[in-house]
Each structure stands twice: as structure tokens, then as C-alpha cells.
């Protein structure tokens, strides 16, 4: 004999379990399909039959930026070099993680990596990825200017102003629907972005203030964050770091014009020999 009683139950919850989001999937579809789209447009039916994932980059979660963040990576490190030597990498990691604790946005897994190029730059990318080059390090006096540039690099992953300018690139390229992009057009865009650096002139003053902030509060004087960009403006060759950062002797007197606000004692990281001494022992 049937137990009816239990068997309403279960059909309550199959279809609350699979009926009603099957139903949604169906109606997504349908839309998508109805919706006249541009010619490069993603194809919702297909992707979601092969399992290909889709990113909202309006509306991008921290774990989800995170994992591109990490598939980024993966390709960069098949474009520039990765040192691999580990008391640099670790010495890098400790200043970073100094600066981390000091960050608005502590829930990022941060990861720091040394790339060996001679080239006076830094750059980052989503999900708490920082990269220095080695001529970088080399370039900076002391800890305190080093930490400068990795607090402006943070700035913008707080800031999420790569996630901006993905967004803006997707839509000027005609890639960009109402569904999103898929994980290796997101990638491609993304590891594009962060080498050649296009980044706009607001941008860069909300990561120097963010990163002035971060480099305040971690401990280190804040003026190595002025020192550092004074001492490669006057450079014959203007460094990579200021050639791709538009408006660097405006970006100056913004950031005097902070630090004279609020000012601080803190002389930490400014120890010019110390530093000279650990970098080339660590760049051998």
C-alpha cells in the first residue's frame, strides 16, 4: 500500500531540489535565445552544456576573484620570469605581508612574486597577486620606498580598478553580453591589462592614496613614497613604473600635500646602507 503522506513529501522536495531550478535554467535560456545580441556575442546554450564558466564582472565575487586572479597567474608566469630565489622571494613576502595586515581588504589571500627584469615596474592583478621586478628592487634606496610601491600596487586591488578596466575592454572589444564572459576570455584580457598597464589618470591617485594609507599605517614613512617617485622622475630614461602612470609630478604634490596633512614620526624602513647591504647579498 502507497504511503501517500510520505510520498507527497518527497515530491515537495525533488521539486524544490531540481523542479524550480530547472524551471529558471529553461526560462534563462529562452531569454537569452529571444534576446538579440551582438554578432560576437557569448552563446548561453552551448557554454552551459559544455560546463564553461561564466564571470559577472559587475558584479564579481572575492572568491571568484580570487580564482581568476590565480588563473592569471598561471599564464603570466609563462610571460615573465618568476625568480627563484627564495630569500629575495621570502624578503619580499615579509615586506608585503607587513602591508597586507594593514590592507582594507584582509579577507585577500595576498601573494607576492619577484619577476627578474631589469625594468624599473610592478604591477598587479586580481585577487591579491603582486609583482616586483628585480630592477625595482634594485632601484629603490631603502625598505621603506620598496613597500611604497607595493602599497600603491595593493591600492589598486582594493580600489578593484583592473576589474573596471576588464569590464571597459570586454565592451569596446564587443565580447561583452549580459551573461558575461567566459573564464579564458576574462584571463586573456586580464594578463593583457596588467603588463601593458593602460590605466587611467584616477586610478592611479586612488592607489597612491589607498597605498599611501596602507604604507602609513604599516609603519614605514611615508615619505619614501615621494622620495622613491622624486629620485625616478630626474632618471635620463624615464622608468617603466612612471612611463605606463601618467601625471607623476601632479601625483607628487597630491601625496606631499597628504603626508603634510597627516603627518607622522615614523622613520621605519629608511635605512639606506642596511637595505643596500641585505638587496645585494639576496640578488647574487
Same mark, same amino acid.
Given at each position: 500500500?502507497?504511503?501517500? +503522506?510520505?510520498? *507527497?513529501?518527497?515530491?515537495?522536495?525533488?521539486?524544490?531540489?531540481?523542479?524550480?531550478?530547472?524551471? !529558471? $535554467?529553461?526560462?534563462?535560456i529562452s531569454l537569452c535565445?529571444?534576446?538579440?545580441?551582438?554578432?560576437?556575442?557569448?552563446?548561453?546554450?552551448?557554454?552551459?552544456?559544455?560546463?564553461? /564558466?561564466?564571470?559577472?564582472? !559587475?558584479? *564579481?565575487?572575492?572568491?571568484?576573484?580570487?580564482?581568476?586572479?590565480? /588563473?592569471?597567474? +598561471?599564464?603570466?608566469?609563462?610571460? $615573465?620570469?618568476?625568480?627563484?630565489?627564495?630569500?629575495?622571494?621570502?624578503?619580499?613576502?615579509?615586506?608585503?605581508?607587513?602591508?597586507?595586515?594593514n590592507s582594507d581588504r584582509? +579577507?585577500?589571500?595576498?601573494?607576492?612574486?619577484?619577476?627578474?627584469?631589469?625594468?624599473?615596474n610592478a604591477f598587479a592583478?586580481?585577487?591579491?597577486? $603582486?609583482?616586483? @621586478?628585480?630592477?625595482?628592487?634594485?632601484?629603490?634606496?631603502?625598505?621603506?620606498?620598496?613597500? !611604497?610601491?607595493?602599497?600603491?600596487?595593493?591600492?589598486?586591488?582594493?580600489?578593484?580598478?583592473?576589474?573596471?578596466? =576588464?569590464? /571597459?575592454?570586454?565592451?569596446?572589444?564587443?565580447?561583452?553580453?549580459?551573461?558575461?564572459? +567566459?573564464? !579564458?576570455?576574462?584571463?586573456?584580457?586580464?594578463?593583457?591589462?596588467?603588463?601593458?598597464?593602460?590605466?587611467?589618470?584616477?586610478?592611479?591617485?586612488?592607489?597612491?592614496?589607498?597605498?599611501?594609507?596602507?604604507?602609513?599605517?604599516?609603519?614605514?614613512?611615508?615619505?619614501?613614497?615621494?622620495?622613491? =617617485?622624486?629620485?625616478?622622475?630626474?632618471?635620463?630614461?624615464?622608468?617603466?613604473?612612471?612611463?605606463?602612470?601618467?601625471?607623476?609630478?601632479?601625483?607628487?604634490?597630491?601625496? /606631499?600635500?597628504?603626508?603634510?596633512? *597627516?603627518?607622522?614620526?615614523? @622613520?621605519?624602513?629608511?635605512?639606506?646602507?642596511?637595505?643596500?647591504? @641585505?638587496?645585494?647579498?639576496?640578488?647574487?
Amino acid at each position: 500500500m502507497i504511503n501517500w +503522506n510520505k510520498f *507527497l513529501a518527497s515530491y515537495r522536495v525533488w521539486r524544490r531540489r531540481w523542479l524550480y531550478p530547472l524551471i !529558471s $535554467v529553461i526560462v534563462a535560456i529562452s531569454l537569452c535565445l529571444s534576446t538579440p545580441l551582438p554578432s560576437k556575442a557569448i552563446d548561453l546554450l552551448p557554454l552551459l552544456f559544455q560546463g564553461v /564558466q561564466i564571470f559577472q564582472l !559587475s558584479n *564579481l565575487s572575492t572568491r571568484q576573484e580570487v580564482e581568476l586572479g590565480r /588563473q592569471m597567474n +598561471n599564464e603570466l608566469r609563462q610571460e $615573465v620570469r618568476i625568480s627563484r630565489n627564495r630569500q629575495l622571494t621570502s624578503y619580499i613576502e615579509e615586506v608585503g605581508r607587513r602591508l597586507a595586515a594593514n590592507s582594507d581588504r584582509p +579577507n585577500i589571500p595576498y601573494t607576492f612574486q619577484v619577476v627578474e627584469d631589469d625594468a624599473v615596474n610592478a604591477f598587479a592583478t586580481l585577487g591579491g597577486f $603582486v609583482y616586483v @621586478n628585480t630592477g625595482l628592487i634594485q632601484a629603490a634606496e631603502n625598505e621603506a620606498e620598496l613597500a !611604497s610601491v607595493i602599497g600603491h600596487e595593493m591600492g589598486h586591488i582594493e580600489g578593484k580598478h583592473l576589474v573596471k578596466q =576588464m569590464r /571597459q575592454r570586454a565592451i569596446a572589444s564587443g565580447i561583452a553580453t549580459a551573461t558575461g564572459l +567566459n573564464r !579564458s576570455q576574462a584571463v586573456a584580457i586580464g594578463v593583457d591589462l596588467a603588463l601593458n598597464r593602460p590605466r587611467s589618470r584616477q586610478d592611479e591617485y586612488d592607489a597612491d592614496t589607498r597605498g599611501l594609507k596602507i604604507l602609513t599605517q604599516a609603519g614605514y614613512a611615508p615619505s619614501a613614497m615621494v622620495s622613491f =617617485m622624486k629620485k625616478l622622475q630626474g632618471r635620463s630614461v624615464i622608468p617603466t613604473f612612471l612611463s605606463t602612470h601618467p601625471g607623476a609630478s601632479d601625483r607628487v604634490k597630491s601625496l /606631499q600635500r597628504q603626508i603634510d596633512d *597627516l603627518p607622522s614620526n615614523s @622613520n621605519y624602513g629608511l635605512d639606506n646602507a642596511d637595505y643596500k647591504a @641585505n638587496i645585494r647579498a639576496l640578488l647574487l
